[in-house]
């Protein structure tokens, strides 16, 4: 079956620009996480949702928010963009709950952002 | 405040001997841990995972133990072999593993033929 896809996979913008990227998780899967990958700094984890519901949020800003939509497919926003929001940010889904899930998260190859 | 650290940025080994990554936690409420490998330009893929029951689990050349008393796992790879050359993740959570899942920064391990 098809893995997980965002798009897009590379942009750049401009400092004070907003981008919205998006994730289609595996058939299936009703959990959506996003995070946010710099080097030294590993994975951090920006929010989770699961249902369209935002079940967990991690330490980052109100600029970046996020949505899930009612076929499980999920976007993440970054407003007011700052030089340091240049980083890879990658989406993972899972089952989420029930039978089955092993919480094991399954990545999409990521969305490559450069602020200038 | 890094929960999950893995405190070697890198690990070099030569083919066919053993790779040993550790990772330590610092969050006792971590239930369940994963390791994830990456290669450049691709996601992360699952590779192994521990409930906190247990202290050890195997899958063919990839060990990983757990030691809930010092807060500490590793991963055993054994043989090593080239295309195991990656970054290697530890993560960790407390929701059964699915809800909200912390990771380390990261171990970039070498294997030299």
């Known amino acids: 079956k098809a893995g997980v896809t965002q798009t897009p996979r590379y942009l750049i913008k401009t400092r004070g620009q907003q981008v919205t990227l998006s994730c289609s998780p595996i058939s299936g899967h009703r959990s959506v996480s996003w995070y946010q990958q710099t080097p030294g700094q590993g994975l951090q984890f920006l929010f989770e949702?699961?249902?369209?519901?935002?079940?967990n949020k991690g330490n980052f800003p109100g600029r970046f928010s996020g949505r899930q939509f009612s076929n499980s497919r999920s976007e993440m926003n970054v407003s007011t963009l700052e030089l340091g929001d240049s980083a890879l940010y990658l989406c993972a889904s899972s089952l989420g709950q029930g039978l089955g899930n092993t919480g094991e998260l399954f990545f999409g190859e990521g969305s490559r952002l450069t602020v200038l | 405040d890094q929960q999950v650290k893995q405190n070697s940025p890198s690990l070099s080994v030569q083919e066919g001997r053993i790779s040993i990554l550790n990772c330590d936690y610092t969050n006792s409420m971590f239930d369940y841990f994963l390791w994830y490998k990456k290669y450049p330009a691709e996601g992360p893929t699952f590779l192994i995972s521990?409930?906190?029951?247990?202290d050890k689990n195997e899958d063919g050349r990839f060990t990983v133990f757990l030691n809930k008393s010092a807060k500490h796992l590793s991963l055993h790879i054994v043989p090593s072999q080239p295309g195991d050359s990656a970054v290697y993740f530890c993560?960790?959570?407390?929701?059964?593993?699915?809800?909200?899942?912390?990771f380390g920064t990261g171990t970039k391990l070498q294997v030299i033929p």
């Open positions: 993560a960790a959570s407390d929701s059964g593993g699915y809800q909200k899942v912390t």
């Open positions: 949702y699961f249902s369209e519901t935002q079940r």
């Open positions: 521990i409930s906190s029951i247990k």
